[in-house]
């Protein structure tokens, strides 16, 4: 007989298992809101589907009577922009103390120690300290997700060029290539599949930060509107705000994904063996 740890579905089946939870939390959602709307049609904390299309009309499709804006998109829009500009430059500022500091010992031996306690600095508890010195505006909440995402990418970008083959390094130098020339285009083509797969693990920590200065100092954004809908208990507002924030994630995730398969088909060859 088998065992279980040596059995690997078929694709198919793979598809089926990863549904059959999916559905099973979709029934039980429909089954508690059934239950309880039909004890009080009022209740707000499970509301029905058709409530929260209601609500997602209101909030896609009709303008605001106070603003003129469309909020949903208003608050897409604006979450999406901080999100972009703090992963972007957190990915910049990883990949540059990741690699120098991987790719140079004098490097490492002075930034690493500094890099790993700023890596073990909880971000949140900076967050008063940012408003404080850097204002209530854009500039605060993108410092926020950059101090709490680049450490992150940085450390596990040194640590990827630590373990490339030295052989490599030793090749390059026989054929006369500089440090420069070696860090350009010996180190930085190797660890690039890497940065995007960093920056993909570290999506989720980086709407963490996000929705978290949102929900304190902003007056627009996801995060925003669902604590401020929570005062009246509005779940048919904050129950698809939450899972649009979820599906926005996975579309990005899938994205850099692919543009990690298309720019280098090379890193992903042992995934199709």
Known sequence: MK??????????WA????????VLVIGLY??????RLAENPNDKLLPSFSQMGNAMERMALQPSKRSGEYLFWTDTAA????LGLGIAIAAVVGLAFGLLTGAFPVVN???SPLLTVISLIPPLALLPILFIVLGLDELSKVVLIVIGVAPFIAR??????LELPREMLVKAQTLGANSLQILLRVLLPQIMPRLIDAVRLSLGTGWLFLIAAEAIAATDGLGYRIFLVRRYLAMDVIIPY????????FLL???LAWFSRVLYPWHHRSDKS
């Open 156 to 161: 596990d970008l040194q640590k990827h060029t």
């Open 3 to 12: 065992k279980l740890v040596n059995f690997t579905p078929s694709r198919p």
């Open 109 to 111: 031996a002075s930034v």
């Open 30 to 35: 429909i089954w508690g809101s059934n239950a």
């Open 79 to 82: 979450s999406l922009r901080r």
């Open 15 to 22: 598809w089926l298992l990863g549904v059959i939870p999916l």
């Open 242 to 249: 939450v899972f649009w924030i979820t599906l926005l994630a």
């Open 253 to 255: 995730d899938v994205a």
